[in-house]
Structures are given as C-alpha cells and as structure tokens.
C-alpha cells in the first residue's frame, strides 16, 4: 500500500510540481493545501500518513502548522521544507514533532521518501 500525502504549500506551482515527483517515488498525495486552515480540514478529511509542509506560508507559519498536524490523533509524519536552506533548525523541527526538513533544492531524493514513509529508520 503507498503511503498517503498531504502537500501543503501556498504555491500552486510548487504543489503540482511535488504531487508528480511524490507520485514517482511511489507515494500517494490525497489531499493538496494552500493554507492553514486548508491543510487542517484536508487532514481531518483525508487521514493521510503523512504531509509535506512548507515553513513559510503567507497566513500563518508552517512549524505551528507541522505541529498541529504531527499532533493529531492518527500521528502522520510531517516534513518540513523551504526554499531556504537555513529556514528552521533540526531542534526547531523537531520540537514541532516533525521529523526532519528538507530543503526544496534537494527534492526529490531518497531522504524525503525515508522521511516521509519511515522506511530505513532504526527502532
């Protein structure tokens, strides 16, 4: 079964470009949002396993965002991205309960796959 996405990034541009490459890489995006708001009614509606989530949102922030939705009942893995390499820091990331930022210059890659499926973690 792939893993279900949720993209939540305010550009249009950027989420089409993020379902296609999710899409190579074998994940399923259920739900795609703009905003907030949006990516929290999209979360409820779609239960995904996980979402991709930009740190700069122009209506709110995107770490306050990760954590409400690393918070959730079901505890999707959320990623953290940014065009800006240095946006957040690891500890920043983690303290949402994200579990890991990837820049959007190193999209795709194996790491963003790992990260968003669990796959090669050591439990």
Known sequence: M???VLVVDDERP??????RMLARMGLAVVAEAGTP???MTAAREHRPQAALVDVRLPDGDGLELAAALAALPWRPRVVVTSTDPEATTDERVRATGAVGFVAKEDLPGNRLRELLTGDGRKE
């Open 2 to 4: 792939k893993t279900s």
């Open 14 to 19: 950027f989420r089409a470009t993020a379902v």
């Open 37 to 39: 708001d949006e990516a």
